[in-house]
């Protein structure tokens, strides 16, 4: 039907380019029509924490302001009413004491769901979430399973400054014994925080504040309360044949977009959200540099010792003879984040960085 339509607008004078853009205009409608209802990353994450709680009473949520307040950025709204102050626990100011009582409950099987109001925030609980969560099932010899999750607002906001914008997915993935994810979508959300959940080992959840408000068509599937995503699973967001993105959280968002003006060009870029930073998704990062033989990695982070560099890695170590060209990186600026708008936007990747890196990749830069 393509082909018709096609023959006909170029007979008609319709130019190749504007073409290409009808196609992936009529792409994204019917990917956007298999999930006719949308919602809110907020709402996805509130209704995944509500079902887990109604359907295991061992969960419990503490935090800063997760009660009365009903959360800084309301993903625990109505949960104090619905379960009582013995499940939804406001915690004083203080990371390291709360987090160290979340790892004790987790110790006595109970399933504690621990907000960080922002993962900066963490620095002062992280020798609980490292010596004491993440160690604990190897040196017990698998006798202590941990089965908490830590979640909150990672990475870059807007204008919070240097001490409030770090990545911590590199620092977090770093570490045996953590299992670390970073949801992109709706459906991320909930299918993702609900297996952390369910899961017996530590789970750093790393959300991202700006995509909180933003809303995602979500299929019937994931709507269902019995709903969830395997950890250790990426996810191919778009199809592509001539260079491969990987990327995570916000910065799928500029993949995708970088994709769409590629693909103005005559560049097919085939797109991969990771979900998962801790098990990596090797294999299908691999299977579509072996597709598409180039790699544009993506990440908000440092770029010294970041996810970045550890996907380039995989992919030299089990794909360097499939690569026509070399492996572009794209991260943070190697500085602590700017607190002045114009310098915080040029300290971190933008679309346009990733459209010029995968040109570079593709031989197409002028």
């Given at each position: 039907m393509w082909g018709i339509l096609g023959r006909r607008a170029v007979d008609g004078g319709i130019s190749a380019s504007s073409l290409r853009r009808m196609r992936s205009a009529l792409v994204s409608a019917r990917s956007y029509a298999a999930g006719s209802k949308e919602m809110t990353v907020r709402d996805a994450l509130n209704s995944a924490i509500d079902e887990e709680m109604s359907a295991d009473p061992k969960v419990f949520v503490m935090g800063e302001e997760?009660?009365?307040?009903?959360?800084?950025?309301?993903?625990?709204?109505?949960?104090?009413?619905?379960?009582?102050?013995?499940?939804?626990?406001?915690?004083?100011?203080t990371?390291?004491?709360?987090?160290?009582?979340?790892?004790g409950a987790a110790y006595a099987g109970l399933k504690p769901v621990v907000e960080f109001m922002t993962f900066n925030f963490s620095m002062q609980a992280i020798d609980h979430i490292i010596n004491s969560a993440a160690k604990s099932n190897y040196m017990s010899a698998g006798q202590i399973n941990v089965p908490i999750?830590?979640?909150?607002?990672?990475?870059a906001a807007a204008g919070v400054g240097a001490q409030h914008s770090q990545?911590?997915?590199?620092?977090?993935?770093?570490v045996p014994g953590l299992k670390v994810l970073a949801p992109y979508s709706a459906e991320?959300?909930?299918?993702?925080?609900?297996?952390?959940?369910?899961?017996?080992?530590?789970?750093?959840?790393?959300?991202?504040?700006?995509?909180?408000?933003?809303?995602?068509?979500?299929?019937?599937?994931a709507l269902d309360s019995s709903f969830c995503l395997p950890i250790g699973k990426a996810k191919i967001e778009r199809e592509g044949k001539d260079v491969t993105i990987t990327t995570f959280s916000k910065?799928?968002?500029?993949?995708?977009?970088?994709?769409?003006?590629?693909?103005?060009?005559?560049?097919?870029?085939?797109?991969?959200?990771?979900?998962?930073?801790?098990?990596?998704?090797?294999?299908?990062?691999n299977a579509s540099v072996r597709k598409t033989s180039r790699l544009v990695t993506v990440e908000e982070g440092f770029p010294q010792h970041g996810v970045c560099a550890e996907i380039c890695a995989s992919v030299v170590e089990e794909s360097f003879s499939y690569l026509d060209a070399p492996v572009e990186r794209i991260?943070?600026?190697?500085?602590?984040?700017?607190?002045?708008?114009?310098?915080?936007?040029?300290?971190?990747?933008?679309?346009?960085?990733?459209?010029?890196?995968?040109?570079?990749?593709?031989?197409?830069?002028?």
């Open positions: 997760v009660g009365q307040y009903q959360g800084a950025y309301k993903i625990t709204k109505g949960l104090l009413e619905k379960y009582g102050p013995e499940r939804v626990y406001d915690t004083p100011i990371e390291a004491g709360f987090t160290g009582i979340g790892v999750v830590f979640r909150g607002p990672n990475g990545c911590y997915a590199a620092w977090y993935a770093s991320d959300a909930r299918g993702l925080l609900k297996a952390a959940i369910r899961d017996p080992d530590p789970v750093v959840f790393l959300e991202n504040e700006l995509l909180y408000g933003e809303s995602f068509p979500i299929s019937e599937e910065m799928v968002g500029f993949a995708l977009k970088a994709a769409e003006k590629l693909a103005e060009e005559g560049i097919s870029a085939e797109v991969i959200n990771l979900r998962s930073i801790r098990p990596l998704d090797r294999a299908t990062i991260a943070g600026a190697d500085v602590p984040m700017p607190y002045a708008a114009n310098l915080e936007r040029l300290a971190l990747p933008q679309v346009e960085d990733i459209v010029r890196a995968a040109k570079r990749a593709c031989f197409r830069s002028k």
